[in-house]
């Protein structure tokens, strides 16, 4: 069972034992906004380009984020700045994950330190970037929906892993060094 589902399931139970119209209509209600979150999360469609003007379209799911062009694989998502050391320093990492993992790994970095899309392509060409970079003003509604999602408050690097269905596997803020990075690829694309 979800557990978008089992919580109000739980309360439920437990609240139709005590008698009294205001806490039926308070589970009833509890219920109702947890089917709501539920079909809104399916329902989001959130398109993106990338520096090299690729369209990624991105479903949100009660578990995750399908998204279409990279179905199969592993995806780290992450959130980054150009500013930022941990940032910088974990390029190098996904460059070589990237090359190495190809058939099994898409990393898609959206910076989130204010450069358009013309600097950030320029940024990504002097750091040979081998994955798909967006610019914020480039990633639609993407930001704000994991913001919203994943509870993110700024902090960079942030990192969602996605496994092959689509489904989160990992939420992390700051930087993982490459060989944990490596072993959820190994993990994950079993």
């Not at 690729?54 to 984020?65: C, F, H, R």
Request: net charge positive; hydrophobic share 45%.
């Amino acid at each position: 069972m979800n557990i978008t589902f089992l919580i109000p399931y739980i309360v439920y139970n437990k609240l139709k034992q005590k008698k009294g119209t205001f806490m039926k209509k308070f589970t009833f209600a509890l219920l109702f906004a947890s089917l709501l979150s539920f079909a809104h999360a399916a329902d989001d469609i959130i398109t993106v380009t990338t520096v090299k003007n690729k369209t990624l379209n991105i479903i949100g799911t009660d578990v995750g984020l399908n998204i279409k062009e990279y179905q199969d694989k592993v995806v780290f998502l992450e959130f980054f700045g150009h500013r930022c050391p941990p940032c910088i320093k974990s390029i190098p990492h996904y460059i070589k994950l990237q090359e190495k993992y190809k058939d099994k790994l898409a990393i898609v970095a959206i910076e989130v330190q204010g450069l358009n899309n013309t600097a950030l392509k320029k940024f990504v060409e002097e750091k040979g970037i081998n994955y798909a970079a967006i610019s914020q003003e480039k990633a639609g509604s993407l930001v704000p929906y994991i913001s919203k999602r994943a509870q993110w408050e700024g902090a960079i690097p942030f990192l969602i892993v996605l496994d092959p269905k689509g489904e989160v596997q990992l939420v992390q803020a700051g930087m993982l060094p490459e060989t944990t990075l490596e072993k959820l690829i190994l993990k994950l694309s079993k």
